[in-house]
């Protein structure tokens, strides 16, 4: 039984489109040797125009190396590709990267929305590689030519690292780690699959929302297959609700490589789920984890915990444990925190959307502040009623304790913490508080992808002014848009 659950298990999250196939896994390993090329073309020409002895122009090397979902092998058709860029230690960021190779991309006609976002906390090159979104930072090396499958948990690497390049070198370097020491990889990958969909179906999932990243999840997937090394997957669902329904936070998660060091780290006294990076310097994970959001989170490990004490028996109802959560959301809350976004640049919706964004964590603490508890939902909804002609997108959150908000206040305090270094024209931002009846409805639709369905965790296209269609069962499944004739096309 154990393992027939295991085989459903596999089999519906490849029918829901969670496995991406041959095709799509092909298309991504030609995105990444291209852009081996490419890089190793713009590290060739840079030691050119420094001026470099000729021996180091011909043995000059940088090279890509992937992380993130793609680097853990868990990404599906939908998922962007996060590579990092190493170079050796004589190309710089703000002109061999941001400019010479940014030049050198947007020169390509494989390439398309290329912008460099360089007040990042991790400076980044951001663009379409064959329509595949590709996230991109840069971090330098102390050497001359830098090996194409570079070791950077070789400490010979990591000699006078400045900072930017240690930040951008973490992704990498936590990827290899969880590789090396879970016991057995597909399982792993398959928990976290499985893990990452049921934390985006019950709306805990996006770190700037208070919840729970891929980087955590990764971490806490990896320490219940260290754990329980011979289960299969079923079971390992089972211990993962079971060991962090009953986790006794704030005790960090730390994985066990045998010569990590057990030193208290000053960010966990302040940190409600401490999650320890598995390589030095050993500290935890960046988190945006509030008083709100914890009780959220803890509520789902218990909620999943309770279902899948079951989920050995015959009458086992899997969907239960992924019913979105957002079926219920309206139900749960008398008021909501409407946050209305505007651009006011042409085309800017993406970038504004995304800086607020970033900047929510500073609105659910300063909602602390003043003793209301929200519940960030992730969901965005483009605004079909607005009576402006640019595009927008609404957040709807659930409050508790609201009576008693100064919205303008509050809105005068979140729109300073948005304007302030913002580059290029800020846009409109409004806080209101609105009853549960104005949240906007979604269709119904069955909880399975049909063929064709696309999944759109992502930023719609706001350059488009078109009604968007999500599914009730899984909200942020973009279903189509509503063409004039009022059919989803």
Known sequence: MDDHRSLSLLQFMKDGGLVP???????????????????????????WQRKLPENLIRDASATILTYGSFGLGVHNSESDIDVLCVGPGFATMEEDFCIVLYN???????????????????????????????????????VTSVPENVDLLNPVFLVNIDETSWKSLSGVRVNQCILQLVPNLENFQSLLRCIKFWAKQRGIYGNLFGYLGGIHLAILSAFICQTSPDACLSALVMNFFNTFASWPWPTPVALQDGMMPVLPDVTE??????????????????????????????????????????????????????????????????RFLKIYLLACAKDGLGDWVGWVKSRFPSLILKLEEIRVSCDPNPTE????????????????????????????SLEKDFRDSITNNYRGLPGKMELSIVPASELPDILQFPTRKTKGMKACWKIPEYDQQRIPVYSRHLPNYFIGYVASEEKIC
């Not at 196939?21 to 060739?44: C, G, N």
């Not at 460099?116 to 595949?132: I, N, S, T, W, Y």
């Not at 050993?282 to 509520?299: E, M």
């Open 104 to 142: 050198i991309l947007k020169g390509k006609p494989e390439v398309s929305e290329i912008n460099c976002v360089k007040d990042a906390k991790v400076p980044l090159m951001r663009f379409k590689f064959k329509g595949v979104a590709v996230d991109m930072p840069y971090a330098k090396l102390q």
């Open 269 to 334: 006294k302040r940190n409600w789920i401490p999650i320890r990076l598995p390589c030095s310097p050993y500290r935890c994970c960046q988190s945006n984890v509030t008083r709100s959001t914890f009780n959220r989170i803890r509520a789902e490990f218990l909620r999943g915990h309770r279902i899948t004490q079951e989920i050995l028996q015959p009458d086992f109802d899997r969907d239960s444990l992924f019913e979105p959560y957002i079926n219920a959301y309206r139900k749960l809350y008398p």
């Open 21 to 47: 196939s041959s095709e799509e896994i092909l298309k991504r390993e030609s995105i990444i040797h291209s852009l081996k090329k490419i890089v190793q073309h713009w590290i060739t020409k840079v030691a």
């Open 381 to 408: 909804y483009a605004d079909i009623g607005n009576v402006d002609s640019e595009p927008s997108v609404v957040f709807y959150w659930g409050l508790t304790r609201c009576m008693d908000i100064n919205v303008t």
